[in-house]
């Protein structure tokens, strides 16, 4: 079975600094997805950023970057420039290419930004 | 982009009695939808999936008969909290697969207590 692992229960940045959550993952498959989302006070799930698995090129967008490791089952999210705004728990979550379409959600990492 | 309606954000219900969650896909079918609960600075724990037209597939340890799920259009599915006790005040969140590429579109969640 697929596993996601956030070991990083809480994160604090500094506002204008750059912070980066962990992510492994476990499975079998060759091609999935990847994905990062956010969850603010308000509970709202936000996508952040995804990787498909096939694709080398490291995903991005605008502040938000991923270091995907293939081989060692590696997603991490950088955030630059951090933001009041980003303070949030963010979750990693792991999807197969098939019809099941399940995410599966690692524990999540609370992020605080100080000003 | 695609929109997931949930209702009621908020519920407060006595202890024994029934409650109903919607959750509706607003410019986009959703042949498939997710129901997850969340507890408390916890992650995302998926219930069960439903399909338009089909019975829904509980994940294990979900109790099938306390939480029934309709999904009886391409745009509605409904999750049924009955004969509801405390322990099953949470956070309750709906999600469809709007787009392979971008993830899924969650509904803004129910916050249930039931006192």
């Known amino acids: 079975a697929q596993t996601v692992t956030q070991s990083q229960p809480e994160m604090s940045v500094q506002e204008a600094e750059t912070v980066t959550l962990s992510c492994t993952y476990d499975?079998?498959?060759?091609?999935?997805?990847l994905f990062w989302y956010k969850q603010p006070p308000s509970r709202q799930m936000i996508l952040v950023i995804r990787?498909?698995?096939?694709?080398?090129q490291n995903a991005t967008e605008n502040r938000f970057s991923v270091n995907f490791q293939k081989a060692a089952k590696s997603f991490s999210l950088k955030i630059s420039d951090s933001q009041l705004g980003d303070a949030a728990m963010y979750f990693c979550?792991?999807?197969?290419?098939?019809?099941?379409?399940?995410?599966?959600f690692g524990s999540g990492t609370r992020l605080l930004v100080r000003p | 982009g695609a929109v997931v309606s949930q209702h009621p954000s908020r519920v407060i219900c006595k202890s024994g009695t029934s409650v109903k969650i919607e959750c509706r896909s607003l410019?986009?079918?959703?042949?498939?939808m997710f129901w997850y609960r969340q507890f408390p600075k916890q992650s995302l724990m998926l219930m069960a999936t439903?399909?338009?037209?089909?019975?829904?597939?509980?994940e294990q340890g979900v109790e099938k008969d306390k939480f029934l799920i309709n999904h009886a259009s391409l745009t509605l599915s409904t999750l049924t909290v009955t004969s509801a006790h405390p322990e099953d005040s949470s956070f309750y969140i709906c999600?469809?697969?709007?787009?392979?590429?971008?993830?899924?579109?969650f509904g803004s969640g129910t916050r249930l207590t039931v006192v």
């Open positions: 999600s469809a697969p709007s787009s392979m590429l971008y993830g899924y579109t």
């Open positions: 499975t079998s498959e060759s091609d999935y997805y």
């Open positions: 990787q498909e698995a096939y694709k080398q």
């Open positions: 979550a792991y999807r197969r290419t098939d019809s099941s379409y399940k995410l599966i």
């Open positions: 410019d986009f079918q959703a042949t498939t």
């Open positions: 439903s399909n338009e037209g089909s019975k829904a597939t509980y």
